[in-house]
């Protein structure tokens, strides 16, 4: 069974521009979460989606927007990106909204510079 | 909102030896609590849970338990094995209308010398 899966692996960006990451969950999960994980802290939850609407947002600027397609994968975005979002960019999914285990994906690298 | 401390931020043992992690919640509605591993460049997996109607929880050399009044809880590892070395992190999630994220500690860094 693949896992979660998130594209790209890595990716480097300037200051000002607009990012887009990219996540499938396993099969059959439906609820979708997004997490920062700045290096030496723990990750940070940003959205969660369930199907297709958004179900939680954390403490992040309006910069920072999601969407969950009809099977389940998720866009996260970042615009006007800044040096302060280098950081690893975390999926995880579930097959519910609630108190299951969280399933991560290997994460996506954005360094701003 | 939920804020979750962990202790201590690293911690080295000789292999064989035991490793505890601490952790301690604000929040008194949470009611799942997960630990997570993460190596270096991977992503976290779960290790173990535990939810708030039970104490404590074994899976072979680990274990979990939950102190509820006192709004803490503990991970621990028997037998540690140089395998074991990885970052562990707490978290603490409750249920209920979409508070379904997990707040998650900074992290302990665990290093097992053999």
């Known amino acids: 069974d693949a896992g979660v899966t998130q594209s790209p692996t890595h990716l480097i960006k300037t200051r000002g521009q607009h990012v887009t990451l990219r996540c499938s969950p396993i099969s059959g999960h439906k609820s979708v979460s997004w997490y920062q994980q700045v290096l030496g802290q723990g990750p940070q939850f940003i959205f969660q989606?369930?199907?297709?609407?958004?179900?939680g947002r954390g403490n992040f600027p309006d910069r920072f927007s999601a969407r969950q397609f009809p099977n389940y994968s998720s866009e996260l975005n970042v615009n006007a990106l800044l040096l302060g979002d280098s950081a690893l960019y975390l999926c995880a999914s579930r097959t519910t909204v609630g108190n299951t285990e969280a399933f991560f994906g290997q994460g996506t690298r954005l360094t701003v510079v | 909102g939920e804020n979750v401390e962990q202790h201590p931020s690293t911690l080295s043992v000789q292999e064989g030896d035991s490793a505890v992690i601490k952790c301690t919640y604000s929040?008194?509605?949470?009611?799942?609590f997960p630990w997570y591993k993460q190596e270096l460049g991977k992503r976290p997996q779960l290790i173990i849970d535990?939810?708030?109607?039970?104490g404590e929880k074994k899976d072979q050399r680990i274990a979990v338990t939950l102190n509820k009044t006192a709004k803490h809880f503990s991970l621990h590892i028997t037998e540690t094995q140089p395998e074991d070395s990885a970052v562990y992190f707490c978290?603490?999630?409750?249920?209920?209308?979409?508070?379904?994220?997990?707040?998650f500690g900074k992290g302990t860094l665990l290093t097992v010398n053999p």
């Open positions: 989606y369930y199907e297709k609407e958004e179900r």
């Open positions: 978290a603490a999630s409750k249920g209920g209308g979409s508070n379904y994220k997990l707040t």
């Open positions: 929040d008194s509605a949470s009611n799942y």
């Open positions: 535990i939810r708030s109607n039970v």
